[in-house]
Structures are given as C-alpha cells and as structure tokens.
C-alpha cells in the first residue's frame, strides 16, 4: 500500500473564507436567533467582508461563529450583554484589528 499525504491548500490553491464566514452567519443566526432580529443583509455582508480581515486569528473552524457574534455586537453595540463585552470589544480592537 501506498503513502497518504494530507495537504492544506486553504489560502493557497482555493480561499473558503467567504464560504466558511457566510455558513458561520447562518448558524450564528440558528444559536441567537434574537440577536439576529432586524439584521438586514447589509449588516450580514459587512459581517462576511470583516471576516477576511479577522481571518488570521481563526484556528478552528467553530471560531467563526464566534467571530460572527463578536462582529454583530461591534457593529450594534446595544446588543450587548454585559460590560465585559465592552471589554472584549475594546480590547479586540487594540489587540488584533
């Protein structure tokens, strides 16, 4: 039997960030549905255009999601939950972005 070599060519031979951040916005939208309420597709393409930018901090593909929620909260502060969320914001954006 032969050798079996498994490559990675994501960002190298095809790009799935667009796909993985647009399924990521559709769970996102199944997990919080009320945090989705009055999203237009807009917000939703804004969502999708950040990812290319915070897609370097992504390791694991569940990540995404999170990103997605960390990205609504930026762009609708009031859907916020807590200070500490303020908290993460802030330090997100001075940190990585």
Do not use: H
């Not at 498994?6 to 960002?11: I, K, M």
């Not at 647009?22 to 917000?43: E, Q």
């Not at 909260?73 to 939950?81: D, G, L, T, V």
Request: charged share 25%; glycine share 8%.
């Amino acid at each position: 039997m032969g050798d079996l070599y498994a490559l990675d060519f994501d960002g190298v031979l095809c790009d799935s960030c667009g796909e993985s951040s647009r399924s990521a916005v559709k769970a996102a939208k199944v997990r919080w549905p009320a945090l989705f309420d009055g999203v237009d597709s807009t917000t939703e393409g804004w969502i999708v255009d950040q990812m290319y930018i915070v897609r370097p901090v992504v390791e694991t593909g569940y990540e995404n999601l999170l990103l997605v929620r960390l990205l609504l909260e930026m762009r609708i502060p009031s859907i916020r939950k807590s200070s500490r969320d303020s908290q993460l914001m802030a330090y997100w954006r001075i940190g990585q972005i």
